[in-house]
C-alpha cells in the first residue's frame, strides 16, 4: 500500500468512536479472556510516567492465571474484531510478581520485554497495522513464577502525543530456566529524551529509520540457545 493511501486511512479513522481494548490472552492453542485485567474503558493512556502506563486505568482483577510452559507463545487479541488503526509500535513484556500475581499491580523494576513490532520502509508504515492478534514466544530460560504479561502499541498519529493502548493479564511460568535479565520498571522504562520514537513525526520527513521504544527485546541467553542443539 502506498504512503497516501496510509494517510487516508489515518484520517478517516481518527474520528471512530470506538479504540481497543487487548481483551483476550493467548497461550498456545488456547484463549482466555479471566486471565485479563480488563480497563474500565477504551480509551488510550497518554502520562508515560505515571502507573495507569502499566496495565491501564481502573482494571479488573483477574479471576484466572493461565499456566505456561516456557518456550511457549503468549500474546494477545483485540476485542469484538478489531484491528489495530493507529500508525505506531508494539511490544510485550514479562514482568515478575514477587509472589502471586494476583497480589502485585505491577510496581517496580521487574519488567522486561520479548517481542516488538516497529516499522518497515518503503513504503513507511508499522509492523502493527491491521494486526488483531499479537504472539511471542516466552525465551526457555526465562525463571519460572507467576508474571504479568502486557501488551503496547503505541498510536503516533499526533506527533510528540503518542497515545498508549495497554492490557496486562496473568500467567504462571513453568519448565523455565535462569537466564540473566535485565529489568525495567513500568512506568520509567521509556522517555522523551531516551526514546526519539515516542514524539517521531511520523509523516514528514518520511521516516528512514525507527527504533522502538524501551528496552531491547530478550530472546534467551547464548548459552541456552546453543544448548537447545544438543
Ligand atoms: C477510575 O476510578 C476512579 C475512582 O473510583 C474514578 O474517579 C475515575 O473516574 C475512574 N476512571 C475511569 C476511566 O473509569
Ligand atoms: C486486586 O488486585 C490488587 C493488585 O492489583 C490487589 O492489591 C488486591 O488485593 C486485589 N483484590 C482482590 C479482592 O483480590
Ligand atoms: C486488514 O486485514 C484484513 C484481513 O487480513 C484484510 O481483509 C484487509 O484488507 C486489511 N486492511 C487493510 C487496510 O490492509
Redesign the pocket.
Known amino acids: 500500500?502506498k504512503f497516501a493511501s496510509f494517510l487516508k486511512?489515518a484520517l478517516i479513522t481518527q474520528g471512530a468512536a470506538g479504540h481497543y481494548i487487548f481483551s483476550t490472552l493467548i497461550s498456545g492453542k488456547k484463549t482466555s479472556t479471566n486471565a485479563v485485567r480488563r480497563p474500565a474503558e477504551n480509551a488510550p493512556v497518554h502520562d508515560f510516567l505515571g502507573t495507569e502506563i502499566t496495565c491501564n486505568v481502573n482494571t479488573t482483577n483477574a479471576t484466572e492465571t493461565v499456566p505456561i510452559v516456557a518456550g511457549g507463545t503468549v500474546g494477545f487479541e483485540l476485542d469484538e474484531n478489531k484491528?489495530i488503526y493507529h500508525l505506531g509500535p508494539a511490544a510485550i513484556y514479562l514482568g515478575k510478581a514477587p509472589g502471586k500475581v494476583g497480589h502485585w499491580d505491577g510496581s517496580g523494576k521487574r519488567w522486561f520485554k520479548i517481542a516488538e513490532w516497529g516499522a518497515t520502509f518503503n513504503p513507511f508504515t508499522f509492523r502493527s497495522l491491521?494486526k488483531s492478534k499479537f504472539t511471542a514466544v516466552i525465551p526457555k530460560d526465562v525463571p519460572s513464577g507467576e508474571y504479568l504479561v502486557r501488551i503496547e502499541q503505541i498510536g503516533l498519529h499526533i506527533p510528540g502525543s503518542p497515545e498508549f493502548f495497554v492490557g496486562c493479564a496473568q500467567i504462571k511460568i513453568t519448565g523455565g530456566g535462569s537466564g540473566k535479565l535485565r529489568k525495567v520498571a513500568i512506568p520509567g522504562y521509556v522517555s522523551a529524551e531516551k526514546d526519539p520514537g515516542l514524539t517521531a513525526n511520523i509523516y514528514w520527513p518520511i521516516p528512514t529509520e525507527y527504533t522502538v521504544p524501551g528496552p531491547r527485546v530478550y530472546r534467551g541467553t547464548k548459552a541456552m540457545q546453543a544448548r537447545q542443539f544438543w
Open positions: 500500500m486511512l484491528r491491521n
